[in-house]
């Protein structure tokens, strides 16, 4: 007789999950949104069993919903990842995080020499290609990758 463990996650009555995060992103994901300093109940899994991904992440913060912004940055570091809206225990919203066309304001250039890492100048950067995550800076024009992007702080 095969025995069936399973742990039980407490739902939450409102707030957001983020599901189906790569397990290397997990961490990425908590620290961009600042959620290590949010000061309600927020619950991290990581290393999951998942049909889709094999293993994955989920985080689950009470009493948050994220704006368009914070979702434009999750969507960066884990690009299939699931955003649940959860009201009085119920889904009221789900939908996969997508790259934006544009970024603003959040993502700092790698080209030490681009006038945003040298004078107080907004970041602008244009998506050029999503699967591989290619950004190119507004202003000096040169490419940002997923290994060489950074956030601001």
Same mark, same amino acid.
């Given at each position: 007789?095969?025995?069936?463990?399973e742990? !039980?996650?407490?739902?939450?009555?409102?707030?957001t999950? #983020? +599901?189906?995060?790569? $397990?290397?992103? !997990?961490?990425?994901? #908590?620290? =961009?949104?600042?959620l290590?300093?949010?000061? +309600?109940? !927020?619950? =991290?899994?990581?290393?999951?069993?998942?049909?889709?991904?094999g293993?994955?992440?989920i985080?689950?913060?009470?009493?948050?919903?994220?704006?368009?912004?914070? #979702?434009?940055?999750?969507?960066?570091?884990?690009? *299939?990842?699931?955003i649940?809206?959860?009201?009085?225990?119920?889904?009221? +919203?789900? *939908?996969?995080a997508?790259?934006? +066309?544009?970024?603003?304001? *959040? !993502?700092?250039?790698?080209?030490?020499k681009?006038? $945003?890492?040298?004078?107080?100048?907004? $970041?602008?950067?244009?998506?050029?290609?999503?699967e591989?995550l290619?950004?190119?800076?507004?202003?000096?024009?040169? *490419? $940002?990758?997923?290994?060489?992007?950074?956030?601001?702080?």
């Amino acid at each position: 007789m095969e025995s069936k463990k399973e742990m !039980v996650v407490s739902a939450i009555e409102n707030g957001t999950v #983020i +599901d189906h995060i790569p $397990t290397e992103s !997990v961490y990425q994901v #908590i620290r =961009i949104l600042g959620l290590e300093k949010y000061k +309600d109940e !927020v619950l =991290i899994g990581n290393y999951l069993d998942s049909n889709k991904l094999g293993k994955k992440g989920i985080v689950k913060i009470k009493n948050k919903h994220f704006t368009k912004e914070e #979702i434009s940055k999750i969507s960066l570091v884990a690009p *299939f990842a699931s955003i649940i809206n959860i009201e009085n225990y119920k889904v009221v +919203d789900k *939908f996969k995080a997508e790259i934006p +066309d544009h970024i603003e304001n *959040f !993502v700092r250039c790698a080209n030490p020499k681009c006038i $945003t890492n040298a004078e107080v100048v907004p $970041t602008k950067f244009y998506v050029v290609d999503k699967e591989n995550l290619k950004l190119r800076c507004h202003y000096c024009e040169k *490419f $940002t990758t997923k290994e060489t992007m950074k956030f601001s702080e």
